[in-house]
């Protein structure tokens, strides 16, 4: 298939299986708590667990928690609520924060084999004094201190002897190296900060690219699976694994992140979100957190369609958001009851019709799934039809309803309007129409055509209900110089929207997900709706130009 052969890794997991490189494939999903996963993040947990799952191997979901300042336990949650969501198990459950005590024997021993030694420069002049592509580095005044003073001084560091940033423990390895990643890295840093697995044991830390290979060969990871940014990071990452003398040997691999059209990913922008209250939340349906998608009616299977499509390269590029949207159209459109929802109601009273009377229609559940079933429908003398399928005076080729004009009734009758009511600003407000009860829908009626079908609601038995219609968050993509991307915030992305929908609706639960009539797939808002007054997240509407 497709996505077997745009999946490169797989082809080299295919490769080290076959020629006894490793017996038994181990990756891992390695997330920072410190936010809410993205759909970026479903793609590379995506990668993770299908390459162990489909070559019989294991994925641990492990925490990066290097970084306590930022890191929190609802954050952890959270994750692990998402990463079961989309549908996977993991093997083992870690935090790299199990893993200091070992992390800081390693680097005992690096600074034993006098490849690694305490420096009491500040970040900046480290920085500062690593050179550029161009330069090398100039070497610290402590870069020879003996063997004897650095493991006195780490012990101090970890003792709690020195404030944050006073010291550091810096990797010996070449200050005129041409990959500036090996210029004597900080492995440690004094931060006396609260951890939230920790807690206060710890006052120094190991810096994220000493820590990462660690993890990997703690867990016994085979292939571990990062994105293309640390490819520099790699000859660091090797040379961890060999100096620290570990006993497995991980290999890293990269791969080209996900990026989608209109849409912010990154963790930190979308905390900036949350944070100044331009969404509702981590889990707002505008968000392209795993938790937004699902709180939109984003289904498991069709973020995982996506992902597999999307396929695994080196190549830079960027994903037309569209596509997403129409794997869950695919997946919903069978498996989604199709009911009729009135989002800008016009009321309709049906003249001829008795006074008091409710006949209850038949009505298939999915015209494309004959299995969905049927369902009753009432009807009756007033019901609500959507305000655009109505114009007084309407342009060649518009077949809904105008004065005098026929149109069909969704599984229902012909109505014919007669009559249009205004208000004293000239707004139409209700229109008085007559229906021919020969054209009862499943009746067999050929007498006539008609060129136009409305859906409709039965006002005496319809449920109010709110609709949120979205749009991107974000208007533009670029940021221009001296712009934070909260200068480009689309004002339109949410429009709310009050309603009718049928009446069986009340018993919809949050999470349900309904294709309504020309207005698309909407879902069920897990968290404000009730059953007296229905909330619907629009999905995604019905069409759209985008084929995969
Ligand atoms: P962000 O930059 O959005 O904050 P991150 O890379 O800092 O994300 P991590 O928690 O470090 O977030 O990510 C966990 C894993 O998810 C990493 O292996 C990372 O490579 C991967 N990942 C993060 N963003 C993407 C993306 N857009 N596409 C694919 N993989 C991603
Ligand atoms: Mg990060
Ligand atoms: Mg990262």
């Known amino acids: 298939t497709k996505s077997l052969s745009s999946n490169f890794i797989k082809n080299i997991v295919v490769e080290d299986l076959a020629s006894g490189k490793v017996k038994e494939i181990v990756t891992r999903f390695p997330p920072e708590p410190n936010g809410y996963l993205h759909i970026g993040h479903a793609k590379s947990i995506c990668l993770n667990f299908e390459l162990a799952d489909e070559f019989k191997g294991r994925t641990n979901l492990r925490f990066d928690d290097t970084n306590p300042v930022k890191e929190d336990v609802e ?46 420069q500040t970040p900046d002049q480290i920085r500062e004094t690593r050179g550029t592509l161009t330069s090398p580095g100039q070497d610290s005044p402590h870069r020879n201190r003996s063997v ?21 423990l810096r990797a010996k390895i070449d200050m005129a190296s041409p990959n500036v990643n090996l210029r004597d890295p900080i492995i440690y840093r004094v931060l006396h900060a609260h951890h939230h697995n920790t807690g206060d044991a710890w006052c120094i830390y190991p810096m994220y690219t000493y820590a990462h290979p660690l ?13 293309l940014e640390f490819e520099d990071q790699r000859p660091f990452y090797d040379w961890v694994v060999r100096e620290c003398e570990m006993p497995a040997t991980p290999r890293q691999y990269e791969f ?22 331009v969404v509702d939340g981590w889990d707002d349906p505008r968000m392209p957190t795993i938790s937004g998608l699902r709180r939109k009616g984003y289904t ?43 989002v800008q109601p016009l009321k309709v009273v049906i003249t001829n019709y008795p006074e008091g009377q409710t006949e209850w229609l038949d009505a298939e559940n999915n015209s494309e799934n004959p299995d969905m079933g049927h369902r009753q429908i009432p009807f009756s003398r007033e ?32 109505i014919k309007c007669e009559e249009v009511v205004k208000d004293a600003d000239g707004n139409v407000i209700e229109l008085r129409c007559t229906y021919d ?27 109010p209900a709110k609709f949120r219609l979205y749009e991107p968050l974000i208007t533009e993509e670029a940021e221009e110089e001296g712009q934070s991307f909260l200068d480009h915030i689309n004002p339109n992305s949410l429009q709310v929207l009050d309603g009718f929908v049928e009446p069986a609706m009340k018993e919809a639960n949050g999470g349900d997900k309904f294709q309504f009539f020309r207005h698309g797939y909407f879902n069920v808002d897990p968290k404000d709706s009730t059953s007296d007054a229905p909330v619907f997240n629009r999905i995604v509407s019905l069409k759209s130009s985008f084929e995969v």
């Open 148 to 168: 004897d003073e650095n493991l006195d001084l780490f012990a101090r560091m970890k003792a709690g002897e020195f404030s944050d940033g006073e010291k550091v």
């Open 215 to 227: 993890e990997d060969a703690i867990e016994g990871v085979t292939h571990s699976i990062c994105t």
């Open 300 to 342: 498991p299977d069709s973020i995982r369609a996506f992902c597999r499509e999307i396929g695994v390269t080196r190549s830079f590029g960027i994903v037309d958001e569209r596509m997403l949207e129409h794997f869950i159209r695919e997946d919903l459109k069978l498996k989604a009851l199709r009911t009729m929802a009135v």
């Open 75 to 120: 954050y952890v949650e959270s994750i692990k609520q998402d990463v079961a969501w989309l549908g996977f198990e993991w093997d083992g459950l870690f935090f790299a924060s199990d893993y200091f005590g070992e992390m800081y024997d390693r680097a005992v021993l690096l600074i034993r084999k006098g490849l690694a030694y305490v420096d009491d």
């Open 256 to 277: 080209a992140r996900l990026n989608l059209t209109n849409t912010v990913m990154s963790k930190r922008k979308l905390k900036l979100l949350v944070d100044e209250n």
């Open 437 to 463: 009860p020969e054209t009862k829908s499943g009746s067999g009626f050929t007498g006539r055509k008609v060129k136009g079908t409305i859906h409709w609601v039965d006002a005496s038995n319809a449920v």
């Open 383 to 414: 019901i609500y039809i959507e305000q655009d399928d109505f114009m007084d005076n309407p342009p060649p080729k518009y077949f809904r309803l105008f004065p005098g004009n026929e149109v069909r009734l969704k599984h229902a009758y012909f």
